[in-house]
């Protein structure tokens, strides 16, 4: 069952706007409060309206034990039906990428043009997002005060100083002052743990415009990925940014 989805949008509301709106879809652990300044740029540049939507477990969306790659294309479903948006653009990074392509290969007449970040349609997770998701569940928020001594605990165990911010990012405090994590660690952790390949055995295309960006430093999407890509998105472009990683 789809859930309702927390969104920011941003540019035209009521002047003139140039083409169907942007969807855009963060990645695991992450939120569209990560996209904020991006997205106000995005839509002053493109002249469009610019959706930024929590997925499900994330942000100010619900919490759910239930948690795929199909349910999530349904949530975008649903959040467009809602908002009368019969075609978009749609942007995924990395969780939201996987969101992004199922559902331009399951419903092309809605998706406009597909732009995906660093994440290729094969495989699942890693083994190091699974170790990073259980190093987060391991903390006892209720003996910490602040962000600082959270960060202390992971970075043993987590040694990208860049990373560790990031995901401290989904640490808020209670009405009482008390930290806690902004998303459902244990969906996640279910999700994970039962993920398969959506779209191993997928014989659809998505015929419509379509770039891969990926970072030269992350392994998500490689040279080996590239006949893959070709098979769903036959008009894929795939670029490389140079010295740029996933996160």
Known sequence: MAVKLAYSIYGARTSAVCGPPLTVLHGL????????????????????????????NHGDSPHSDQ????????????FWRAHSIN????????????????????????VDKLVVLDV???????????????????????????????????????????????LLTNIVHTDARQLEWKVSLNGI??????????????????????????GSLSNYVTSWHVPEIK??????EITWIQNAGHW
């Open 231 to 236: 098979r769903l998105f036959p008009n894929a």
């Open 189 to 214: 952790d279910k999700y994970l743990s039962e993920q398969t390949n959506p779209f191993q055995n997928l014989l659809k295309s998505f015929l419509g415009p379509t770039l891969f960006i990926a």
């Open 67 to 78: 948690m795929s790659t199909e349910l999530m294309s349904e949530d975008v479903l649903e």
């Open 87 to 110: 075609k978009s653009v749609l942007l995924g990074h990395s969780m939201g990428g996987r969101t992004a392509m199922f559902t331009s290969l399951q419903h092309p007449e809605l």
């Open 29 to 56: 652990l992450g939120s569209q409060r990560n996209w904020k300044s991006l997205a106000k740029q995005l839509a002053e540049q493109l002249g469009r309206k610019v959706y930024v939507l929590d997925a499900r």
């Open 120 to 166: 290729a349609p094969t495989g699942t997770s890693g083994a190091d997002t699974i170790r990073m998701v259980q190093v987060l569940k391991n903390v006892d928020l209720t003996s910490v005060k602040d962000k600082y001594e959270v960060d202390d605990i992971i970075k043993e165990h987590i040694p990208d100083t860049v990373v560790r911010q990031f």
